[in-house]
Protein backbone atom coordinates (compact mmCIF):
# COMPACT_ATOMS: atom_id res chain seq x y z
CA UNK A 1 0.00 0.00 0.00
CA UNK A 2 1.84 3.34 -1.35
CA UNK A 3 0.82 6.51 -2.30
CA UNK A 4 3.30 7.90 -4.91
CA UNK A 5 4.22 11.54 -4.65
CA UNK A 6 4.87 12.69 -8.57
CA UNK A 7 7.91 15.14 -9.01
CA UNK A 8 9.94 16.00 -11.71
CA UNK A 9 12.44 17.67 -9.63
CA UNK A 10 14.01 16.86 -5.89
CA UNK A 11 11.95 18.39 -2.97
CA UNK A 12 12.08 18.48 0.56
CA UNK A 13 8.82 18.30 1.57
CA UNK A 14 8.70 15.83 4.42
CA UNK A 15 6.40 12.99 3.55
CA UNK A 16 5.01 10.41 6.15
CA UNK A 17 5.89 6.75 5.69
CA UNK A 18 4.30 4.72 2.60
CA UNK A 19 4.81 8.03 0.62
CA UNK A 20 7.53 7.02 -2.27
CA UNK A 21 8.35 9.78 -4.71
CA UNK A 22 8.22 8.94 -8.44
CA UNK A 23 10.11 11.54 -10.77
CA UNK A 24 8.37 11.50 -13.76
CA UNK A 25 9.88 12.49 -17.51
CA UNK A 26 13.08 11.21 -16.28
CA UNK A 27 14.73 10.19 -19.96
CA UNK A 28 15.16 14.05 -19.75
CA UNK A 29 14.83 15.37 -15.73
CA UNK A 30 17.77 15.23 -13.47
CA UNK A 31 17.12 12.70 -10.27
CA UNK A 32 19.47 13.79 -7.77
CA UNK A 33 17.02 12.28 -5.00
CA UNK A 34 17.56 8.51 -6.57
CA UNK A 35 13.95 8.50 -6.86
CA UNK A 36 11.89 5.69 -8.08
CA UNK A 37 11.03 7.01 -12.01
CA UNK A 38 8.81 6.82 -14.98
CA UNK A 39 11.34 5.53 -17.47
CA UNK A 40 11.99 1.85 -16.70
CA UNK A 41 9.53 -1.14 -17.86
CA UNK A 42 6.85 -0.30 -19.86
CA UNK A 43 6.54 3.11 -20.13
CA UNK A 44 5.49 7.02 -21.95
CA UNK A 45 8.36 8.89 -19.89
CA UNK A 46 8.87 10.05 -23.67
CA UNK A 47 5.75 11.88 -23.45
CA UNK A 48 6.01 13.63 -20.22
CA UNK A 49 5.72 17.36 -21.11
CA UNK A 50 1.82 16.36 -22.52
CA UNK A 51 1.00 14.05 -20.24
CA UNK A 52 2.32 15.57 -17.07
CA UNK A 53 1.66 13.06 -13.75
CA UNK A 54 0.19 10.40 -16.36
CA UNK A 55 3.63 9.30 -17.32
CA UNK A 56 3.92 8.37 -13.82
CA UNK A 57 0.40 6.81 -13.90
CA UNK A 58 0.84 4.52 -16.36
CA UNK A 59 4.21 3.50 -15.11
CA UNK A 60 2.14 2.48 -12.09
CA UNK A 61 -0.35 0.82 -14.17
CA UNK A 62 2.03 -1.37 -16.28
CA UNK A 63 5.08 -1.99 -14.00
CA UNK A 64 3.28 -1.74 -9.91
CA UNK A 65 1.77 -4.38 -8.23
CA UNK A 66 0.46 -2.50 -4.76
CA UNK A 67 -2.95 -3.83 -3.46
CA UNK A 68 -3.90 -0.37 -2.69
CA UNK A 69 -1.97 2.45 -4.53
CA UNK A 70 -2.37 6.53 -5.22
CA UNK A 71 -0.87 9.19 -6.80
CA UNK A 72 -0.21 13.09 -5.23
CA UNK A 73 2.04 15.53 -6.07
CA UNK A 74 5.04 17.32 -4.62
CA UNK A 75 3.51 20.06 -3.74
CA UNK A 76 -0.22 18.64 -3.07
CA UNK A 77 -1.76 16.60 -0.77
CA UNK A 78 -5.06 15.32 0.70
CA UNK A 79 -5.77 16.67 3.69
CA UNK A 80 -7.79 14.64 6.81
CA UNK A 81 -10.50 17.03 6.13
CA UNK A 82 -13.80 15.90 4.27
CA UNK A 83 -14.31 19.17 2.75
CA UNK A 84 -12.55 22.28 1.70
CA UNK A 85 -14.42 24.70 4.17
CA UNK A 86 -13.89 22.49 6.87
CA UNK A 87 -9.63 22.45 6.11
CA UNK A 88 -10.17 25.86 5.92
CA UNK A 89 -11.15 25.85 9.90
CA UNK A 90 -8.61 22.91 10.94
CA UNK A 91 -5.67 24.85 9.44
CA UNK A 92 -6.48 28.21 10.61
CA UNK A 93 -7.11 26.31 13.95
CA UNK A 94 -3.99 24.02 13.98
CA UNK A 95 -1.73 25.60 11.49
CA UNK A 96 -0.05 23.97 9.04
CA UNK A 97 -1.69 20.58 8.30
CA UNK A 98 0.11 16.99 7.35
CA UNK A 99 -0.82 14.57 4.51
CA UNK A 100 -3.18 12.07 5.58
CA UNK A 101 -1.35 8.43 6.60
CA UNK A 102 -1.83 5.63 4.37
CA UNK A 103 -3.22 3.94 7.57
CA UNK A 104 -6.36 5.91 6.80
CA UNK A 105 -6.12 5.64 3.50
CA UNK A 106 -6.94 2.22 3.62
CA UNK A 107 -9.05 2.25 6.53
CA UNK A 108 -11.29 3.99 4.26
CA UNK A 109 -10.66 1.82 1.32
CA UNK A 110 -12.74 -0.45 3.80
CA UNK A 111 -15.71 1.45 3.53
CA UNK A 112 -15.07 3.38 -0.20
CA UNK A 113 -13.84 2.45 -3.53
CA UNK A 114 -12.23 5.52 -4.39
CA UNK A 115 -10.57 8.72 -2.27
CA UNK A 116 -10.31 11.44 -4.56
CA UNK A 117 -10.16 15.55 -4.35
CA UNK A 118 -12.92 17.43 -2.96
CA UNK A 119 -15.33 18.85 -6.05
CA UNK A 120 -14.68 22.43 -6.88
CA UNK A 121 -17.37 24.89 -8.95
CA UNK A 122 -16.25 26.43 -11.45
CA UNK A 123 -16.93 30.29 -12.16
CA UNK A 124 -17.84 29.84 -15.89
CA UNK A 125 -20.95 27.97 -14.72
CA UNK A 126 -20.13 24.87 -17.17
CA UNK A 127 -17.14 22.40 -17.69
CA UNK A 128 -17.35 23.24 -20.94
CA UNK A 129 -17.05 26.46 -20.73
CA UNK A 130 -14.39 26.25 -17.74
CA UNK A 131 -12.38 24.30 -20.22
CA UNK A 132 -12.79 26.23 -23.53
CA UNK A 133 -12.40 29.41 -21.10
CA UNK A 134 -8.72 27.70 -20.22
CA UNK A 135 -7.75 25.87 -23.36
CA UNK A 136 -8.54 25.26 -26.61
CA UNK A 137 -12.13 24.49 -27.91
CA UNK A 138 -11.27 22.15 -30.73
CA UNK A 139 -9.84 19.78 -28.07
CA UNK A 140 -12.75 18.94 -26.13
CA UNK A 141 -14.72 18.51 -29.67
CA UNK A 142 -12.08 15.78 -30.43
CA UNK A 143 -12.33 14.34 -27.04
CA UNK A 144 -16.19 13.85 -27.24
CA UNK A 145 -16.16 12.39 -30.97
CA UNK A 146 -13.03 9.84 -29.59
CA UNK A 147 -15.18 8.87 -26.43
CA UNK A 148 -18.47 8.58 -28.46
CA UNK A 149 -16.83 6.44 -31.55
CA UNK A 150 -14.88 3.85 -28.80
CA UNK A 151 -17.19 3.88 -25.36
CA UNK A 152 -20.69 5.23 -27.03
CA UNK A 153 -22.29 4.05 -23.50
CA UNK A 154 -20.21 7.27 -21.72
CA UNK A 155 -21.90 9.68 -23.22
CA UNK A 156 -24.43 10.45 -21.14
CA UNK A 157 -21.73 10.70 -18.31
CA UNK A 158 -20.12 13.15 -20.46
CA UNK A 159 -22.87 15.29 -21.22
CA UNK A 160 -24.04 15.50 -17.72
CA UNK A 161 -20.51 16.52 -16.68
CA UNK A 162 -19.44 19.01 -19.04
CA UNK A 163 -22.67 21.00 -18.63
CA UNK A 164 -22.46 20.80 -14.99
CA UNK A 165 -20.00 22.70 -12.79
CA UNK A 166 -18.46 21.00 -10.65
CA UNK A 167 -15.28 18.69 -10.73
CA UNK A 168 -12.49 16.91 -8.80
CA UNK A 169 -9.36 18.21 -10.58
CA UNK A 170 -5.48 17.27 -9.90
CA UNK A 171 -5.51 13.64 -10.90
CA UNK A 172 -4.96 12.84 -7.34
CA UNK A 173 -6.41 9.21 -5.83
CA UNK A 174 -6.13 6.56 -3.47
CA UNK A 175 -7.64 3.21 -4.39
CA UNK A 176 -7.07 -0.54 -5.08
CA UNK A 177 -4.79 -1.45 -7.93
CA UNK A 178 -7.95 -3.28 -9.58
CA UNK A 179 -10.13 -0.11 -9.59
CA UNK A 180 -6.90 2.04 -10.87
CA UNK A 181 -6.74 -0.63 -13.55
CA UNK A 182 -9.79 -0.50 -15.13
CA UNK A 183 -10.03 3.33 -15.05
CA UNK A 184 -6.37 3.13 -16.85
CA UNK A 185 -7.33 0.97 -19.66
CA UNK A 186 -10.08 3.35 -20.42
CA UNK A 187 -8.08 6.50 -19.78
CA UNK A 188 -5.41 5.72 -22.22
CA UNK A 189 -6.93 4.13 -25.04
CA UNK A 190 -8.89 7.14 -25.00
CA UNK A 191 -5.71 10.01 -24.79
CA UNK A 192 -3.66 8.00 -27.53
CA UNK A 193 -6.44 8.24 -29.99
CA UNK A 194 -6.60 11.79 -29.42
CA UNK A 195 -3.02 12.12 -29.11
CA UNK A 196 -3.38 11.04 -33.33
CA UNK A 197 -5.89 13.79 -33.84
CA UNK A 198 -4.76 17.14 -32.76
CA UNK A 199 -2.08 18.96 -33.44
CA UNK A 200 -0.31 20.76 -30.76
CA UNK A 201 2.78 21.61 -32.33
CA UNK A 202 2.39 25.25 -31.81
CA UNK A 203 0.77 25.40 -28.42
CA UNK A 204 3.07 27.00 -25.29
CA UNK A 205 4.02 24.88 -22.83
CA UNK A 206 1.33 25.37 -20.38
CA UNK A 207 -1.20 23.97 -23.66
CA UNK A 208 0.87 21.10 -25.01
CA UNK A 209 0.17 19.57 -21.42
CA UNK A 210 -3.13 19.05 -23.20
CA UNK A 211 -3.27 15.14 -22.57
CA UNK A 212 -2.79 15.66 -18.05
CA UNK A 213 -5.48 18.69 -18.71
CA UNK A 214 -8.23 15.94 -20.19
CA UNK A 215 -7.39 13.28 -18.34
CA UNK A 216 -8.94 15.62 -15.14
CA UNK A 217 -12.31 15.45 -17.43
CA UNK A 218 -12.35 12.20 -18.21
CA UNK A 219 -11.48 11.12 -14.73
CA UNK A 220 -15.28 12.57 -13.53
CA UNK A 221 -16.75 10.80 -16.60
CA UNK A 222 -15.18 7.85 -15.77
CA UNK A 223 -16.20 8.23 -11.98
CA UNK A 224 -19.83 9.51 -13.44
CA UNK A 225 -20.33 6.27 -15.32
CA UNK A 226 -19.29 3.36 -12.80
CA UNK A 227 -20.64 5.40 -9.91
CA UNK A 228 -18.49 4.04 -7.36
CA UNK A 229 -18.41 4.75 -3.76
CA UNK A 230 -16.49 7.96 -3.36
CA UNK A 231 -15.08 9.61 -0.47
CA UNK A 232 -14.01 13.38 -0.81
CA UNK A 233 -10.40 14.71 0.79
CA UNK A 234 -9.67 18.49 0.75
CA UNK A 235 -6.26 18.92 -0.82
CA UNK A 236 -3.53 21.40 0.09
CA UNK A 237 -0.43 23.06 -1.72
CA UNK A 238 2.35 23.02 0.59
CA UNK A 239 3.24 26.50 -1.42
CA UNK A 240 0.21 28.54 -0.12
CA UNK A 241 -0.99 27.24 3.00
CA UNK A 242 -0.98 28.98 6.56
CA UNK A 243 -3.42 30.29 9.02
CA UNK A 244 -3.51 33.30 7.77
CA UNK A 245 -3.67 31.39 4.37
CA UNK A 246 -7.18 29.83 5.67
CA UNK A 247 -8.46 33.18 7.10
CA UNK A 248 -8.59 35.05 3.80
CA UNK A 249 -10.37 31.85 2.61
CA UNK A 250 -12.86 31.34 5.21
CA UNK A 251 -13.86 35.40 4.84
CA UNK A 252 -13.93 35.15 0.95
CA UNK A 253 -15.16 31.38 -0.11
CA UNK A 254 -17.32 30.66 3.54
CA UNK A 255 -18.84 33.83 4.64
CA UNK A 256 -19.04 35.47 1.35
CA UNK A 257 -17.13 38.54 2.27
CA UNK A 258 -15.31 40.93 0.10
Not at 169 to 197: A, G, S
Request: hydrophobic fraction near 35%; include cysteine.
Amino acid sequence: MSMYVITHKKFNYPIPDGYIPLLVGANRNENPGNYMTDNTGKNISDKNLNYSELTGLYWLWKNNHDENIGISHYRRYFSKSTTNNMFFYRTFMLGDPQPISIKKLDDYLKTYDWIISAPETVEEGSMEKHFIHCHHEQDLITTKKVVQEMYPEYMESFEKFIHGDKASFLNMFYTTKQQMDKYCEWLFQILFEVEKRVDISDYDTYQKRLFGFLSERLFNIWLEYNQPNIKYLATFNTDQVSRLWAAKQIKHKVLGWN
